[in-house]
């Protein structure tokens, strides 16, 4: 029954992570978490954006995820998050690839 359980939660999830553009994840140091880095990485293997944001500081992101993910998506804090899509929206980002089809550029 657990097997059945844990299997549906997984595909739905990971289906959600199919359907989706980008994705942000609170990348918490303190609660362990299997699932979150589970879909992150999928995420990132299937070409998502993917932000990670920590409110007390992308110090505390944890150490290997920056093998994996680009510093520059990563904020600590979720006002930071805010204030660099607000440079997405205003057109400032046009130097970064996986902005290139919502600036048109393809």
Same mark, same amino acid.
């Given at each position: 029954?657990?097997?059945?359980?844990?299997?549906?939660?997984?595909?739905?999830?990971?289906?959600?992570? =199919?359907?989706?553009?980008?994705?942000?994840?609170? /990348?918490?140091?303190?609660?362990?978490?299997?699932?979150?880095?589970?879909?992150?990485?999928? /995420?990132?293997?299937?070409?998502?954006?993917?932000?990670?944001?920590?409110?007390?500081?992308?110090?505390?992101?944890?150490?290997?995820?920056? /093998?994996?993910?680009?510093?520059?998506?990563?904020?600590?804090?979720?006002? =930071?998050?805010? =204030?660099?899509?607000?440079?997405?929206?205003?057109?400032?980002?046009?130097? =970064?690839?996986?902005? /290139?089809?919502?600036?048109?550029?393809?």
């Amino acid at each position: 029954k657990v097997i059945e359980i844990a299997k549906g939660f997984c595909r739905k999830d990971l289906n959600l992570i =199919d359907k989706s553009d980008i994705v942000v994840v609170r /990348a918490r140091h303190d609660i362990p978490s299997v699932g979150t880095w589970h879909e992150c990485f999928t /995420a990132w293997d299937n070409k998502k954006l993917v932000f990670l944001v920590n409110e007390e500081g992308v110090e505390k992101i944890p150490s290997w995820l920056f /093998a994996f993910i680009p510093y520059k998506y990563m904020f600590g804090s979720w006002e =930071d998050l805010y =204030d660099y899509l607000k440079l997405v929206d205003q057109g400032l980002m046009s130097n =970064d690839f996986r902005f /290139a089809l919502l600036y048109e550029l393809l």
